[in-house]
């Protein structure tokens, strides 16, 4: 049985003067799900959150809540709440009356406002602090003040815009956890705008990678990572290395790129625009690189590098190399099996190509 959507957008653009800030963008977001709109700053995802909580409004396409054609319903009447990056939490009011702002304009009388502030501070960790000024709080506290007052509306959307930007890292880190773990709890449908790649992939169940006012992609994140569409979700989404050449043949959906110092290497067919003969990007993570040693298919594509630098960062470790002066990264095996990394050492690394893609350089 088909899960139904709280949210349908079909065909939507937005214009401002010569600029298409939103560009032919549909998508459809399942109810009680986690979706996450990433793209860098400039790309038309703040334009199009706007357009989704009723703030502007598009020059064509409509949005659908649950059902119901929401173009020309204002903000307040949207069944939609929204948390900004700057929390917006009125300072000269406690934490409970914060949360109970929205209760009291939809008239709920005192006793269940009480309940109900009770029962989201509960949910969102917070028990007890009713009373307290939002000013006492970290900042991580002050964010789910700010989430339990858009939920206690029991809204059918929560739109998030980068909410997490004013936290500082760890901070963010375990916000993201929260996060994740109070959209389930609650059950609403989240939708989040952040141009952070890890925020997105970490708590999302959909990512829509955004470019120019168009979506590149949406998928689940781990489909994202191991399988881009576009050379520009292989470059945005995680870390990877890109090589340039010119492809020598094409066969069993794998093409073979001959680089532009020479090197022959070969990687999995990405998309329609390859072609014997033309330029062609290949993009490698840094996990997917090998210290070469004994026991290598003779599939695995090799590449001749020397060490620039080794950058330590935990279990995320991985070396600069520099391959025919281009810099290529590799991350250190956590069982100490890589070989001395010395400043200025001649090393080989390799790749099955099965981990590799291969995008026409004209798609770009």
């Known amino acids: 049985m088909a899960v139904a959507s709280d949210l349908s957008c079909h065909h939507l653009v937005r214009r401002f003067g010569?600029?298409?800030a939103v560009n032919d963008i549909s998508l459809d977001v399942p109810a009680g799900t986690f979706f996450s709109i990433l793209g860098p700053s400039g790309c038309g995802k703040t334009t199009l959150l706007r357009l989704l909580a009723g703030f502007d409004r598009p020059d064509q396409g409509d949005i659908v809540i649950r059902g119901q054609r929401m173009n020309d319903v204002p903000p307040n009447k949207r069944p939609v709440n929204m948390v900004f990056?700057?929390?917006?939490?009125?300072?000269?009011m406690s934490v409970g009356d914060n949360i109970a702002y929205g209760l009291k304009r939809r008239k709920v009388p005192l006793a269940e406002r009480q309940k109900k502030i009770e029962r989201v501070l509960e949910q969102v960790g917070l028990p007890g602090l009713a009373h307290r000024n939002p000013q006492e709080l970290s900042g991580g506290q002050r964010q789910r003040v700010a989430l339990a007052r858009c939920l206690v509306l029991e809204p059918t959307l929560l739109l998030l815009d980068e909410p997490l930007g004013a936290l500082d890292l760890k901070l963010r880190e375990q916000m993201k956890v929260e996060l994740k773990h109070l959209q389930k709890q609650f059950g609403t449908?989240?939708?989040?705008?952040?141009?952070?790649?890890?925020?997105?992939m970490v708590m999302s169940d959909q990512v829509a990678v955004m470019r120019q006012g168009r979506f590149d992609q949406v998928a689940p994140p781990e489909t994202l990572y191991r399988e881009p569409a576009t050379p520009f979700v292989a470059g945005f989404v995680g870390d990877n290395n890109r090589l340039s050449g010119e492809v020598v043949s094409l066969r069993d959906n794998l093409a073979e790129v001959r680089l532009d110092h020479g090197a022959l290497v070969a990687g999995q067919v990405a998309g329609s625009q390859l072609a014997v003969g033309g330029r062609a990007d290949l993009y490698i993570r840094p996990e997917s690189l090998v210290f070469t040693g004994d026991g290598l298919n003779e599939r695995f594509s090799r590449l001749?590098?020397?060490?620039?630098?080794t950058l330590f960062d935990g279990a995320n470790s991985r070396i600069e190399a520099?391959?025919?002066g281009q810099p290529v990264y590799a991350r250190l095996p956590q069982d100490g099996s890589a070989?001395?990394?010395?400043?200025?050492?001649?090393?080989?690394?390799?790749?099955?190509?099965?981990?590799?893609?291969?995008?026409g350089a004209e798609a770009l």
Do not use: K
Request: aromatic share 10%; charged share 20%.
């Open 304 to 309: 001749d590098a020397t060490v620039r630098s």
């Open 18 to 20: 010569d600029n298409i």
């Open 189 to 200: 449908t989240f939708v989040y705008i952040t141009h952070d790649q890890s925020e997105a």
């Open 339 to 359: 070989p001395g990394l010395a400043e200025g050492r001649g090393l080989q690394l390799a790749w099955d190509p099965q981990l590799a893609r291969v995008f």
């Open 85 to 92: 990056q700057h929390l917006a939490l009125f300072p000269t």
């Open 322 to 324: 520099d391959i025919n």
